[in-house]
């Protein structure tokens, strides 16, 4: 492979030529012989002003480029440097065709055969890496990259990175690089080439498969290590000193500050577990809490041989306990223990339908990637569990095919069951000291008594004020238009090749006989895709009804469906409906057990045809809960829940469905979990609202009498570290019309931006309200130098959104809805704070409107007993997102006088650290935070 490659990047004034961008940077950096022999790099005068955005990205300026080359005068250079050569580019289809089209420009035609893509190589040999942005990648490999986003740094990184990834492709086992070969040839940029030349270098010399790798059947994977169960004789005593506790923190912890609460914290946990009480915890921030609590849980279920069940919200919490604070434990703890995550079995990969798919005559782009990410992943991962792939979003739909859904066919049939992912995850469950699940799946396995976590009566539940939110979702169900099309266009009829036609095929080949036929089936499915849309289109007319009432008109309506509407003459058409589209989904469930059944009773089923029918198994695990939820939703509702229905007016029927949640998930949790289990630690950072826990007691079903309870504040002083200020100068929120009071806040938001020099997160209760507010600020011009990211409004997942702005000196987040918790932006990205409203849920919003009806009915003040301590502990959370570390400091301002001016304003600010206050007009408040800033 003596080939040379040429590694570019371009800085460019934006992302279309067409439109008039031009390049104002460029590098070419040689590789030959797998070593970088030259770098060629100017600064380019592209003829127009650089906009503000990429100024503040490149650090490059309309200075620097106004004795700059223009690109004619340097295209000579460029064309000689790459012709003969393989064009490689972190991203090669915006670096290629920008520079095609200045070249095509200057004259010059036909000079790249051959590209490589380092962007996309990435993803096939890096599966599980969390980003393939190059700065990123630079700081997980270790690549020194001193000035991001400017072409001379990216294009040496760049290099560095193609190096690194050809190093990474030669270690690999020759039969999973062959295997990548063969599917690399429909990837975009041309890694075939470089795959089949690397292959052909591993077939000259034969290499011993590493000890930890095996071969099993063609292919190569990590061996599975079995677990040693602990030594049941073993007795251990816990740190109950505080000069033991700190001896051992000390050893987990370089510069290990004490930390009373973390302490305080240790023993409330180890008491709750010894004396089999349930325990109720409130850690201020900084306190130190996975280690509060997984320190005398690992003590006591190793001592008592009991194992202990952590559950989190999120998966990456989960991971994160798992490959940071657990690893670092193994290191401390004087004993052995063991420790494994379980999650539901659809999380983990079904050997059996991956062998089969790499035999598929399948050649999407998405597909081919995925299957290919598979493969270098199966010799790295200890657990099978596709959530450590960073898949594309259209690889999605490919996971959701190879996930694990049990077995239909008998199960000792399956030639991988030796090497199953869950079973394996199973078993060392079963065989842990303490096994980190997540809330939904601890739920789920109460509620189906499933049996799928090891039976235990010790449970620590880690981000508890989002157990109830978990336990609704649960116990909720929904039915959406686009699931419904999805799910029926998967089945498809005869002629569109989906799984109807595949299971249709194997029942022909082997001659077999169903009582429905292939044309009675395909008219059962023309007939519900008729229904679905019916039904869709009735529950669109109560969206538009609604939207009709509604006084302050708003894209998207939630229209509670109560026992009056259901007796309205509208719901019994919606009604008769839902029968005729059971009807017709039982005819299929029908049509394809019956075939599937018809299939599992032949003596011999070939491994592909078995494999197949795992899957289509799967998708019938869907199909029959899918018309679980037209009964429970339209038919049968269960009268504890409360039903909705929602829709965009702007998308309907394609954003419609129908939901319920229980009305109050407290009482099934008090009857089928907490009286269960002999001690549930629940513990977050905000659990009390004015110092009680009462509300969260409430909430979950626990009488107040019952738990432990522990408050412990957190130890950052911050006194010192923050403020709090409130702007007299806005109008009343409840006396203004919403759009004056967005025109108020967005003039203020502007000024105290400049004082700030953005680093600000502005949160908002309300997507209309934040939408607004984002585009009166854009429009008007007043921050043209900043960048503004919009939650819903510019592009990207809220973890896109966060790096962006910790990206930028000067950017804004405008966030709302899951912005106000989970969002983690240490020290200086982040100094201001601006919380635009109270965050009180909406009174007609279903859920509050009917928990607020069924308190009236037993005498009880719902503003007083739900939606305050609600909102307060909301307001706590967002609180929360400005002091992440003892260094941090900055401000938060409160632009919602009703914190002043109502009688309730003081529980919001009794909710808060004592902090200094500040009221006072505009002017007052920027003249302070430009002197405390």
Known sequence: MSRKFVVVDLETTGNSYEKGDRIIQISAVTVEDYKIVDQYTSFVNPGISIPTFIGELTGINDDMLKDAPAFTEIADVIHRLLVDSIFVAHNVPFDLSFLKSELNAAGYRQWVTESVDTVELCKVLMPIATSYKLSDLSEMLGFEHENPHQADSDALVTSELLLMLIEKTRELPLITIEKLTDLAHFLKSDIAKLFHTITKEK????????????????????????????????????PSSQEEKQQLLMSFVNGYEKRDGQMQMMDTVFEALSEEKHAVVEAGTGIGKSLAYLIPALYYAVDHQQPIIISTFTLQMQDQLLNNEIKRLTHIIPFPFSVSV???????????????????????????????QILVWLIQTETGDMDELNFSSGGKHFKTRMRHDGWFLQKEKDPWISRDFYMYARQLALQADIVITNHSMLLVDIEQEKNLLPDSDFIII??????????????????????????????????????????????????????????????????????????FMLLSKWVIQNDRNQSNRVSKHQVRVTQEIRQERNWQSLTMCAERLLDFYREIRQGLEMRLELIKNQKEIPIADRAFVEEANSFMLEWIAFGGKIKSLILKPILQDVNWIEGDVRTLPNSVGMYSEPENPGAYLAKHFFSKKKCVVMTSATLTVDHSFSFFLREVGLDETLPIQSKIPSPFAYDKMAKLMIPTDLPEIRSTSNDNYIEAISGHLAAIACATDGRMLVLFTSYDMLRKTYNLIKDSGTLDDFILLAQGVTSGSRTRLTKSFQQFNKAILFGTSSFWEGVDIPGKDLTCLVIVRLPFSPPHEPITAARNEALKKNGKNPFSEYSLPEAVIRFKQGFGRLIRTETDRGIVIVMDRRIDTSAYGQAFLKSLPSIPIQRGPLKEIITTIEKWL
């Open 203 to 238: 077939r000259r010399k034969m290499e011993d498969l590493p000890k930890e790798l095996e071969v099993y059947r063609g292919i190569a994977l990590k061996k599975k290590v079995q677990p040693f169960p602990t030594d049941p004789k073993i007795h251990i005593e816990f």
């Open 342 to 372: 379980l999650k539901g079995r659809s999380n983990y990969l079904n050997m059996l339908k991956f062998e089969q798919s790499l035999t598929d005559m399948d050649n999407s782009y998405d597909n081919i990637l995925t299957k290919m």
């Open 462 to 535: 880690d981000e508890a004020h989002n157990f109830i939110k978990a336990a609704s979702k649960c116990l909720g169900e929904k039915l959406e238009y686009n699931a419904c099309k999805f799910l029926l266009n998967n089945i498809g009829t005869f002629d569109k090749n989906q799984l109807f036609a595949k299971i249709e095929r194997i029942i022909q080949h082997r001659q077999l006989v169903p009582k429905v036929s292939t044309a009675e089936f395909d008219n059962f499915v023309l007939q519900l895709d008729a229904e679905i849309d019916d039904f």
